[in-house]
């Protein structure tokens, strides 16, 4: 029997989100609208071709309103919502590190590959980092270049690059 996850779609200041939960509560993915398929390709990949149903619906109110909150300037709500990751242990401790990353801090993937003791793993934490399927919640836009350089992002630069500019801009006012 497939996992049966609701998603509900929130609006965004750069584009309308997808939001999947399951029935415990834990948001399962999230990411752009425009990006659909590959929030239903990442869940394949950790839940299995037949192991997952996506239902309309509303997610529970916790999840779009720490959305919400994080979108208003209050960055730490992204800490507020649980996640029920499914991935490899190296993503999944990839994806933890990418939570700890301070907002308005980019770091680079060879330093959150040193971060994580493992020096010469930078490709590694780029391959888990593009494997995220919790868009902007576990934040994989703050990895960057090793010289700054905004790399590829799922939603595109333009949207990681707002996401930084709006995490430097609340992080300098608080």
Known sequence: MPERLTVERIPTPIGDMLLAADADGFLRAADFTDCEDRLERLLARRLGAGGFALAPGTVPVAIPGAMRDYFAGALAA???????????????????????????????????????GKPQAARAVGHANGANPFCVVVPCHRLVGADGALTGYSGGTGRKRWLLEHEARHTAST
Do not use: C, M
């Not at 996640?83 to 990839?94: A, H, I, S, Y």
């Open 78 to 116: 992204l800490g507020r919502i649980a996640v029920k990751t499914d991935g490899t242990p190296f993503q999944r401790t990839v994806w933890q590190a990418l939570r700890e990353i301070p907002p308005g801090k980019p770091l680079g993937y060879g330093r959150l590959a040193e971060r994580l």
